[in-house]
């Protein structure tokens, strides 16, 4: 069973910036694509990043060239580098495994707001 933990979310003033980080374990973490989603209230989740086991990325049209994922297979561990936020960015963050199945972490908050 692989679980997921997310931290780094929180409150920022628009134009910040944050780090989300997602830590893996009981995977294999290497094998696995892995992916950020977020969902806003009222609205449908949708995939922000991706990142496959070879390093190849993926971004929705609204985070390219503001967010920036990344991986470090020797921690088990996925990256969310977010800058120039605004607040449409505000949501829930959701880490995402896929390796066979599917595996969802279990979300950490992120607001943007003066």
């Known amino acids: 069973q692989v679980q997921l933990v997310e931290s780094g979310g929180g409150l920022v003033q628009p134009g910040g910036s944050l780090r989300l980080s997602c830590a893996a374990s009981?995977?294999?973490?290497?094998?696995?694509?892995m992916a950020w989603y977020r969902q806003a209230p009222g609205k449908q989740r949708e995939r922000v990043a991706l990142i496959t086991t070879t390093g190849t990325t993926n971004y929705a049209d609204s985070v390219k060239g503001r967010f920036t994922i990344s991986r470090d297979n020797a921690k088990n561990t996925v990256y969310l580098r977010m800058n120039s936020l605004k607040p449409e960015d505000t949501a829930v963050y959701y880490c995402h495994f896929f390796a066979t199945f599917v595996y969802w972490g279990q979300g950490t908050q992120v607001t943007v707001s003066s």
């Open positions: 009981g995977g294999d973490f290497s094998i696995a694509v």
